[in-house]
T-cell receptor
Framework: DAGVIQSPRHEVTEMGQEVTLRCKPI?????LFWYRQTMMRGLELLIY????????DSGMPEDRFSAKMPNASFSTLKIQPSEPRDSAVYFC???FGEGTEAFFGQGTRLTVV | AQTVTQSQPEMSVQEAETVTLSCTYD???????LFWYKQPPSRQMILVIR??????QNATENRFSVNFQKAAKSFSLKISDSQLGDTAMYFC?????????FGKGTRLHILP
């Protein structure tokens, strides 16, 4: 398996633009997580899915953020409109659940100018 | 609420020394799981070690071991014979009800 695949690796966009981050989890994993990493706040859990259903989105910072998982092999995190304070590294991770570890993608470094 | 606290933002040790990274967590559950992840400059998140709360024996993986104190809700990571390649951010994490929460990390520098 190729592991968790995220795209793009880097994204630079202007304030106000829509940004879509993509993730392909490891095949067979039931859980998918979206995290945001910043110097100030560390790794924050934004939202996670179980069997394509959002379970907990309490970490999503604002209504500008939305996430979907239309099928077991694909998820998106969308920011609309983007703001400079959204600049961070966004990670997608997947797991089998039940105490197993999360496997992470390489992350997307987002810069909003 | 589930919280994980790492009280050491940054540490430096000489190569070959032993270093201990601290982590405390807060959960009201009896069954949960704890992890240490390493994030080198490449940004990749790598699992270092895993501990199941119902197991009293401390987990070990080669030069990495944990000191799990369940009553104190403490989960520290010990790195023996530290190597230059151990330079990285280290994150402590807990998994309860399949929700994985991370601490803010400790930046570890191994000095030659």
């Amino acid at each position: 398996d190729a592991g968790v695949i995220q795209s793009p690796r880097h994204e630079v966009t202007e304030m106000g633009q829509e940004v879509t981050l993509r993730c392909k989890p490891i095949s067979g994993h039931d859980y998918l997580f979206w995290y945001r990493q910043t110097m100030m706040r560390g790794l924050e859990l934004l939202i996670y899915f179980n069997n394509n259903v959002p379970i907990d989105d309490s970490g999503m910072p604002e209504d500008r953020f939305s996430a979907k998982m239309p099928n077991a092999s694909f998820s998106t995190l969308k920011i609309q409109p983007s703001e400079p304070r959204d600049s961070a590294v966004y990670f997608c991770a997947s797991s089998f659940g039940e105490g197993t570890e999360a496997f992470f993608g390489q992350g997307t470094r987002l810069t909003v100018v | 609420a589930q919280t994980v606290t790492q009280s050491q933002p940054e540490m430096s040790v000489q190569e070959a020394e032993t270093v201990t990274l601290s982590c405390t967590y807060d959960t009201s559950e009896n069954n949960y799981y704890l992890f240490w992840y390493k994030q080198p400059p490449s940004r990749q998140m790598i699992l270092v070690i895993r501990q199941e709360a119902y197991k009293q024996q401390n987990a070990t993986e080669n030069r990495f071991s944990v000191n799990f104190q369940k009553a104190a809700k403490s989960f520290s990571l010990k790195i023996s014979d530290s190597q230059l390649g151990d330079t990285a951010m280290y994150f402590c994490a807990s998994n309860r009800d399949d929700k994985i929460i991370f601490g803010k990390g400790t930046r570890l520098h191994i000095l030659p």
